[in-house]
C-alpha cells in the first residue's frame, strides 16, 4: 500500500524559506503516469494546490505561488521537497503531499498532513 | 484559472436522507472532476474520479455525475460516517483547482 509522510519544521519565521519533505513508500516515485505534488489548507480554510513533479524533474505550478515555489525530486531517496521562499503569516497552513494521476486528473493518495505556522 | 463553485456551503441532513451537492466550473473541464471527503484533522479521501467513477473501497452509495461546467456528487442514504466536508477539484491545462467545500452537518 502507497504511504507518503510528510517531515519538515512546524515553525518558520516571517521572511524565511519554508521546506518540506515528503517521502513515499510502498511503491516507487518513478512509476510512470503520476506526478506528486503539494496542496495547501490554511486553517479553517479550504485546499490551494501548489505545485507537481514527475520523476524526470518536470514541474508546474500554481500561478499565484509560482515566484516562491521551488519543487524538487530525489528518486534515489524516493522523496520529493518543497521550497515556499519569503513567507508570511498567510502562509501558515497544513501541507499535505500526494500522487497526483495525470490520466484520470486526480490526488489519489496523501499524506497525513503537516501544520507549518509562520510566526517571529 | 478556472474557477470552481460549490453549493450549498452547508448542509444539515439526518441519517438516511438523499444528498446532493453541486459543483459548478466557471469554464468547461469536461469530465476532469473528482470528488473528495475530508474529516476534522485528516487529509481528505478521493471519492470520485472523472466526473462519475467510483474509488475503489469507496461505498456504493456515493455517486457523481455531470460533464462539461455542471457536477453534482450525490449520497443515496446518508450514514453516520458520511458527515464530513466535500470538495471538488477540476483538472484543466496543469491547474488543478478546488472548490471551497460543502461541510455536510446533522440536522
Known amino acids: 500500500q502507497l504511504q507518503l509522510q510528510e517531515s519538515g519544521p512546524g515553525l518558520v519565521k516571517p521572511s524565511e524559506t519554508l521546506s518540506l519533505t515528503c517521502t513515499v513508500s510502498?511503491?516507487?516515485?518513478?512509476?510512470?503516469?503520476?506526478?506528486w505534488g503539494w496542496i495547501r489548507q490554511p486553517p479553517g480554510k479550504g485546499l490551494e494546490w501548489i505545485g507537481n513533479i514527475y520523476y524526470s524533474g518536470s514541474t508546474y505550478s500554481n500561478p499565484s505561488l509560482k515566484s516562491r515555489v521551488t519543487i524538487s525530486v530525489d528518486t534515489s531517496k524516493n522523496q520529493f521537497s518543497l521550497n515556499l521562499t519569503s513567507v508570511t503569516a498567510a502562509d501558515t497552513a497544513v501541507f499535505y503531499c500526494?500522487?497526483?494521476?495525470?490520466?484520470?486528473?486526480?490526488?489519489?493518495?496523501w499524506g497525513q498532513g503537516t501544520l507549518v505556522t509562520v510566526s517571529s | 484559472d478556472i474557477q470552481m463553485t460549490q453549493s450549498p456551503s452547508t448542509l444539515s441532513a439526518s441519517v438516511g436522507d438523499r444528498v446532493t451537492i453541486t459543483c459548478r466550473a466557471s469554464q468547461s473541464i469536461s469530465r476532469w472532476l473528482a470528488w473528495y471527503q475530508q474529516k476534522p484533522g485528516k487529509a481528505p479521501k478521493l471519492l470520485i474520479y472523472?466526473?462519475?467513477s467510483l474509488e475503489s473501497g469507496v461505498p456504493s452509495r456515493f455517486s457523481g455525475s455531470g460533464s462539461g461546467t455542471e457536477f453534482t456528487l450525490t449520497i443515496s442514504s446518508l450514514q453516520p460516517d458520511d458527515f464530513a466536508t466535500y470538495y471538488c477539484q477540476q483538472y484543466n491545462s496543469y491547474f488543478p483547482t478546488f472548490g471551497q467545500g460543502t461541510k455536510v452537518e446533522i440536522k
Open positions: 510502498g511503491g516507487s516515485i518513478s512509476s510512470g503516469g503520476y506526478y
Open positions: 472523472k466526473a462519475s
Open positions: 500526494a500522487r497526483f494521476s495525470s490520466g484520470t486528473g486526480d490526488f489519489d493518495y
